[in-house]
């Protein structure tokens, strides 16, 4: 099927054609069209150029409404103010083009794939080995995940990392404690979950933490224990293994819960990159880019300076000879850049380490690693805070588990769909509630701009009434309950029918879709696309409200607004499965 132009991208065509015609050297320039309330469209670009062509802008404005091909397309197109054109799009081109999107039997709604896709690489959701998932992991999962959506859609070819914590002095801590305390990890049930192995092994590391803490002994023997483990000592690497295999467990577990693929493949821990890590160094010295300082190996820069003053570089190997994040970065995209052949690195991570990857991606480019082919992004996020404004914390100040927050949520939801289910089984409650509850989670999170720090408030989450994951849920299970209650009456577009104005107004916006999956595909932006989807289902409800579907006037008007009904449900089921969001059928 082949994708399908939206009447934004037809009427700019046809501005542009005219504009050209009218002033040969604005050949290329941009009318500025947006959506209006004076009009379906607004075109603003002419002030400038008539400033730059030094005429008058009215004069210059009515020149090209002359010559601008109407008809089909476009209805009417006048002058306004100082030279703005206002336009309006004939009923027949809305229903034409929305039959045209109906059409496509891929489920992409004639949205075009990216011209010349590239291949990014995207690491988000790094959970750490022998330690629980808590809120904080929440946002670099749900944002990551939908952005690898967005981009796979627009053509991307995407390569998914799981960056995990898998490596370093807290492993040798760990595995001298499960040495010497063997007793404290034997799983007496060989059933036991994921979530409840981890526990146990958040508990062995909290304990091996306090004695590390405490006594010296200790510590030393468990120093020596990370250079047994660098070094490939057997035994250590297998206790080693072990935590990662009950952490992977436990992993896969969190992120069924949230509805989120996770594949073995796509993690790729800080061990990953072990042996690339000197050679990493020798090639950062050799070339210049790194000197060794107090006998470590650092990388300067004349803008980034301590309070005293002083420089803070990037410590890339440590003068003990031991290596820090740093090195993991730089050789990860020494990886990503040359072996996976990635032309962008994106990194869903917390704002609060935005100075230690601006560090690594500079250094990386003066070694030659990114350049103007190849770049590389951080996607900051913002805190997720509690209803006091603070983040995210227990009453006791401790971090909340994921798994907790998770349950809580599916419970509350499952509340809300038992209070509104008529013909539910209990089966069907559970399952639509974990659903709503794991949607309603994701939604909060992708509807507020990533950097943008946001409440966790599970009762507004939850909620039919507002921004939320559950009104949209809501309307495509309404329309779906209308389309089955239509029975043999089938969706069918028909052109030729006048559309009242607030058919009009989703129509448009219904045709709007492509256009909003490419920007915000775009700009890592998936809070643009939730923005969408609510204004979509509201808009559904305004015209839910005004114009009687089943009961219309005449089958052709009923068959139109089942059309209607049935582009709407299906822009909110792809929309909302790019947010990795569900919806549900029936609720």
């Known amino acids: 099927m082949a994708s399908v132009t939206s009447l934004s991208d037809s009427v700019q065509q046809r501005l542009a054609s005219a504009l050209s015609a009218t002033l040969p050297e604005a050949a290329g320039a941009d009318p500025l069209l947006r959506r209006s309330d004076r009009a379906d469209f607004q075109a603003n670009g002419i002030l400038a150029l008539a400033k730059k062509a030094k005429a008058n802008p009215r004069e210059l404005a009515a020149q090209v409404v002359a010559g601008v091909e109407s008809g089909e397309v476009i209805k009417d197109i006048e002058v306004s103010g100082p030279g703005f054109l206002n336009i309006t799009v004939s009923d027949r081109a809305i229903t034409a083009n929305l039959a045209a999107r109906y059409a ?82 034997d799983h007496k049930d060989s059933q036991v979950s994921g979530e409840e192995a981890m526990s146990n092994l958040d508990r062995l590391y909290k304990a091996a933490r306090k004695l590390f803490d405490s006594d010296e002994e200790f510590k030393t023997r468990a120093r020596r224990r990370v250079v047994d483990l660098q070094a490939g000592d057997p035994k250590t690497l297998a206790m080693w293994q072990r935590f990662v295999d009950e952490s992977k467990i436990y992993f896969f577990s969190v992120f069924e819960k949230l509805d989120m693929e996770i594949r073995d493949a796509d993690i790729v821990g800080e061990s990953g990159y072990n042996d690339m890590l000197a050679e990493t160094c020798r090639l950062l010295e050799e070339s210049g880019v790194a000197v060794r300082s107090e006998g470590a190996l650092c990388v300067f820069f004349d803008d980034i300076k301590g309070p005293d003053g002083n420089p803070v570089p990037l410590i890339v190997q440590k003068s003990d000879g031991g290596y820090g994040y740093a090195a993991t970065d730089l050789s990860a995209i020494r990886d990503r850049v040359f072996n996976l052949k990635a032309n962008t690195l994106l990194y869903v991570v917390d704002a609060r380490q935005a100075l230690h990857f601006r560090m690594v991606f500079e250094t990386a480019r003066r070694a030659g690693w990114l350049n103007e082919d190849v770049k590389a992004q951080q996607l900051a996020f913002g805190t997720v805070l509690g209803e006091d404004g603070k983040p995210f914390k227990t009453r006791a100040g401790e971090t909340i588990r994921l798994v907790d927050l998770l349950d809580e949520a599916i419970d509350r939801a499952s509340a809300v769909v038992r209070e509104k289910a008529q013909d539910l089984s209990e089966e069907e409650i559970a399952e639509r509630g974990a659903q709503v509850g794991i949607g309603a989670v994701k939604y909060a999170d992708l509807s507020t701009s990533a950097i943008r720090d946001y409440k966790f408030d599970l009762d507004q989450m939850v909620s039919l009434n507002g921004d939320t994951s559950v009104y949209l849920q809501y309307a495509y299970a309404r329309i779906q309950s209308i389309l089955r209650k239509a029975g043999e009456v089938r969706p069918a577009a028909h052109p030729e029918l006048e559309l009242a104005p607030a058919e009009r107004a989703l129509g448009l916006h219904a045709d709007a879709f492509a256009e909003t999956v490419r920007e915000a595909a775009a700009e890592y932006a998936p809070h643009k696309l939730a923005a969408y989807l609510y204004q979509l289902a509201s808009l559904y409800t305004t015209f839910y409200d005004k114009c009687p579907v089943l009961k219309a006037e005449t089958p052709e008007l009923v068959e139109n607004r089942l059309f209607l009904c049935d582009v709407t449900a299906r822009t909110l089921h792809r929309g909302m499965a790019l947010l990795g969001v569900r919806t549900p059928e029936k609720l």
């Open 104 to 185: 496509d039997d891929t489920g992409r709604l004639g949205v075009p794939r990216a011209a010349n896709p590239g291949t990014t690489v995207i690491d988000y959701a790094q959970p750490n080995v022998a330690k629980e998932m808590h809120v904080g992991h929440l946002r670099s999962a749900v944002i990551g995940d939908s952005v690898v959506q967005l981009l796979e859609f627009a053509g991307e070819s995407v390569v998914r990392r799981h960056h995990i914590g898998d490596w370093g002095t807290q492993f040798g801590m760990l595995i001298q404690y499960l040495d010497e305390h063997p007793h404290e990890l």
